[in-house]
């Protein structure tokens, strides 16, 4: 006969129905002879109403709804990837990444402008003698990329007529 | 590929060629026993409802690699016990007093009340367990499933889970031992 220690090991299996043939009748047998082990199996078997219980709630209204809805979206997702045959990383939407691409864009941004501003004044401050000779290079440059210049310096129909005289 | 044009796995090979209709059908099915493990599990419908949901759609992404080598609710059982298990790693243990109401339908108050004190009693031990274990007690209580089922939805051998059943019962007895009318 199995001493109370064994049989208590095996007692947990022998509840839930889990032992082979052999150590169940083991269990059984010793369970006819030990008052101790039958009051340890009743109070493994007390668990089972208390956590079988019935208080679980209703599953949410919309919650099935809910999910469809979500799962529609994804395999449209997935329908807009395949077709288009290229699947956009998941890491390219991750908020670290657009925060990093648009404070570098703002700094390129700002480094252009004040280069730009920096050249329209420069030519601004130009002696005459200095002027360019080639009037359709002057032209592009002051009518065309000029756009933060101090003062207007004028408009496209007399950059117009400024290439048709020198074609002349 | 199964011949049953309505079982669960022929529903979720059919999902993952683009069957919506399919996928329909598979949450309609298994969303009450899905929702009783994750609501068991958790003690909260915010957090049940977030796991079913996060289960059903991760079923869905699965749904195109899916071979029925495995049975469905083995393989569903899984998503559900992962998430359990890290939904568990995120959240603190429930406090008592947020334990919720659940409807009664007697009329006797003093009956009522014996049993809510006793739903928080057994809610509190539940959640005084490790994570694996009080799966391993819910897969078993409420599902009825057995060691072999319960190893493979935990992704652990059947010694492991008869362990992490004793031990967990040996808690639950200590935790609720004390309480009288109990045993």
Redesign the interface.
């Known amino acids: 006969m199995w001493s109370c220690a064994k049989n208590r090991k095996h007692l ?2 022998y509840v ?1 129905g ?1 032992l082979p043939d052999r150590a169940r009748r083991e269990v059984e047998h010793h369970l006819s002879g030990c008052s101790d082990c039958a009051l340890e199996l ?3 078997r ?3 109403p ?4 019935e ?3 209703p ?2 209204a919309g ?2 709804a ?3 809805a ?3 979206i ?2 449209r997702r997935n ?1 807009v990837e395949k077709t288009s045959g290229r699947k956009w990383p998941e890491f390219l939407f991750q908020l670290w990444l657009v925060r990093g691409a648009t404070t570098a864009a703002l700094v390129v941004g700002l480094a252009m402008g004040g280069w730009m501003a920096w050249t329209s004044q420069r030519s601004s401050d130009l002696e005459p003698w200095m002027t360019v000779a080639n009037t359709e290079s002057a032209a592009r440059s002051i009518y065309a990329f000029d756009v933060l210049g101090a003062e207007p310096q004028g408009s496209i129909e007399a950059a117009t007529l400024a290439l048709l005289a020198n074609g002349r | 590929m199964p011949d049953c044009p309505d079982s669960d796995e022929f529903l979720l090979q059919a999902t993952g060629r683009g069957d919506m209709a399919a996928f329909s059908r598979i949450v309609e099915r298994h969303q009450t026993w899905a929702w009783r493990v994750a609501y068991r599990f958790t003690g909260t419908e915010e957090d049940a409802s977030d796991i079913v949901q996060e289960a059903f759609l991760r079923l869905l992404d699965a749904s195109g690699r899916y071979r029925p080598t495995a049975k469905f609710r083995t393989y569903f059982y899984q998503i559900i016990s992962r998430l359990c298990l890290d939904q568990a790693k995120r959240k603190q243990p429930l406090l008592l007093e947020t334990v919720p109401d659940t409807p009664d339908p007697s009329p006797d108050i003093t009956d009522t009340m014996m049993r809510r004190e006793n739903a928080i009693a057994v809610r509190a031990a539940l959640d005084a367990l490790l994570p694996n274990q009080r799966l391993a007690i819910v897969l078993r209580y409420d599902e009825n499933l057995g060691y072999e089922e319960i190893a493979s939805a935990l992704e652990t051998t059947t010694k492991a889970v008869e362990r992490l059943l004793a031990r967990g019962r040996e808690r639950l007895r200590d935790m609720l031992g004390r309480r009288e009318n109990f045993f």
Do not use: H
Not at chain 1, 50 to 53: A, G, I, K
């Open positions: 947990n299996a839930d889990e009743d109070s493994l007390g668990l089972a208390l956590l079988r219980n208080d679980v709630p599953i949410p919650l099935s809910r999910i469809l979500e799962a529609a994804r395999q329908m």
